[in-house]
């Protein structure tokens, strides 16, 4: 036997997960698993009782009205990249779940899961950054939106209280035709990013920017907006000079340093992906 | 310490079969099918869902056993490696195309490959070549074996359109 004992709630309701979660001791939530079940296996960690979120129907599902788009924390990674409709609005939503693991581990792996863990590298909460989105997060008495850029707290640790349950992330999609690109670099095709980079580009009828948003996963401990290139680039055309600005200000992030890149590293890195995350969603938003 | 071992009944179908037993709550997916119900053409590597060898097909979707429960399982419909083959044990197409282009080699990948690829086929009956290493990129073999591999599924699928 390889997970540590603990025991087992499997509520069918979110009032009845939000009372087993104020209630319990050092209970741990279960999600979809793709990272919680290796840490049990591993015995990394030892909760005393495990609260499976899998049999509440209500935590999942896509709901779109108009350009909002809200997603249950228990929606599967891989029914998020197979909803045609959300394609329709986000495309970079499903560019980026290429990314991944595996469409084995995206069958279960879901969305809260990922905001919940918070790996540095996943890049659900980079594309949830691009997008301004909101977390929902429920405890028996209360509701929390909380904005995604205030959403880590540090390394792998969520805004998020133990008696708090995620419960659905909400964003509005772009208006009218926009470019995308989700580009990442890892060792293995599925493996943690050492540096992705998601970017969305909105031109005016002239062609110079509108509208920009880039986010990069796997520097920091969370996602990180560029701001600064962000603002640099609107009015202008999309022309070399322009995609220095956005590579210089990617080199500029404190990038951590791990057994895989140094910082100096993945800022080059970032300085690359950013200049080609714009470049193709600037070739798509030209159409 | 001496808690309580924390148990429960469950009953699922494995390969057709329905099955019932009372298991610890903490046992996974691929220990309950190897331990307990002796099918153990599910393998495990290395038991944090990267190997792939685990690979079972859970109410037709792909899923890495080892980072599911037992009890999660409990009213699904599970096929492993072994209940791929015909009742009468004939070969199905894409384990025949296996067979025929030396798509295994220790054999140790092969269980996940072939569910793995199972799902996958279903859902692109016409796949590219970059399609299929795309779809078996979260499956190990170390014996690098991918070529015949691959060239197996497209053969399984090629043959798979043609029988429609």
Not at chain 1, 60 to 81: D, F, K
Not at chain 1, 262 to 278: H, I
Not at chain 2, 101 to 120: D, E, R, S
Not at chain 2, 137 to 142: D, E, H, I, M
Request: hydrophobic share 40%.
């Amino acid at each position: 036997m390889k997970p540590p004992p603990f025991t087992y709630h499997d509520p069918r309701s979110l009032a009845d997960a939000l009372r087993l979660a104020g209630t319990l001791e050092n209970a741990k939530l279960l999600a979809g698993g793709q990272s919680l079940a290796p840490m049990l296996n591993f015995r990394y960690v030892l909760p005393d009782h495990l609260i499976d979120l899998n049999r509440i129907d209500e935590l999942s599902g896509i709901r779109i009205e108009g350009r909002r788009i809200t997603a249950g924390a228990m929606t599967r990674q891989r029914a998020l990249e197979k909803h045609e409709a959300l394609a329709a609005l986000c495309p970079i939503v499903r560019e980026a779940l290429a990314e991944v693991g595996h469409f084995q581990t995206r069958n279960r792996g879901t969305l809260g899961g990922s905001l919940a863990h918070l790996d540095p590298a996943a890049e659900l909460p980079g594309v949830m950054a691009l997008y301004d989105a909101h977390v929902e997060v429920r405890n028996s008495s209360k509701t929390r939106y909380i904005h995604i850029g205030e959403w880590s707290r540090g390394y792998m640790t969520p805004n998020l209280e133990p008696d708090e349950i995620v419960t659905s992330v909400a964003w509005d999609a772009w208006e009218g035709s926009h470019g995308h690109a989700f580009v990442e670099l890892a060792r293995r095709r599925g493996d943690f990013a050492i540096v992705g980079v998601g970017a969305l580009l909105s031109l005016d009828e002239r062609k110079l920017i509108r509208k920009a948003a880039v986010a990069l996963v796997g520097v920091a401990y969370g996602p990180v907006r560029l701001r600064a290139a962000e603002q640099a680039l609107v009015g202008k055309p999309l022309d070399d000079k322009a995609l220095d600005i956005a590579a210089a200000e990617a080199r500029k992030i404190e990038a951590k340093s791990d057994l895989y890149a140094s910082g100096d590293y993945r800022r080059r890195v970032a300085g690359v992906l950013v200049s080609r995350a714009l470049k193709t969603a600037h070739g798509r938003a030209r159409g | 310490m001496g808690a309580r071992v924390d148990k429960r009944s469950i009953a699922l179908t494995v390969n057709g079969q329905r099955v019932s037993r009372e298991v610890e709550t903490r046992l996974h997916l691929a220990d309950f099918l190897r331990r307990e119900l002796r099918l153990t053409g599910t393998h495990l590597g290395c038991e944090h869902g990267v190997c792939g060898a685990c690979t079972v097909l859970v109410d037709g979707e792909a899923v890495r056993s080892c980072l599911m429960l037992a009890v999660q399982a409990d009213g699904r419909e599970v096929v492993t490696t072994e209940g791929l083959a015909a009742p009468d044990g004939s070969l199905s197409t894409l384990q025949q195309a296996f067979w025929e282009k030396h798509g295994l080699q220790c054999g140790f990948c092969t269980p996940g490959m072939l569910t793995t690829l199972t799902a996958f086929l279903r859902e692109h009956p016409d796949p590219t070549e970059a399609q299929v290493r795309d779809a078996i990129s979260g499956n190990l073999c170390r014996c690098t074996g991918y070529a015949n591999i691959v060239a197996a599924a497209l053969d399984a699928a090629k043959r798979l359109r043609e029988k429609r």
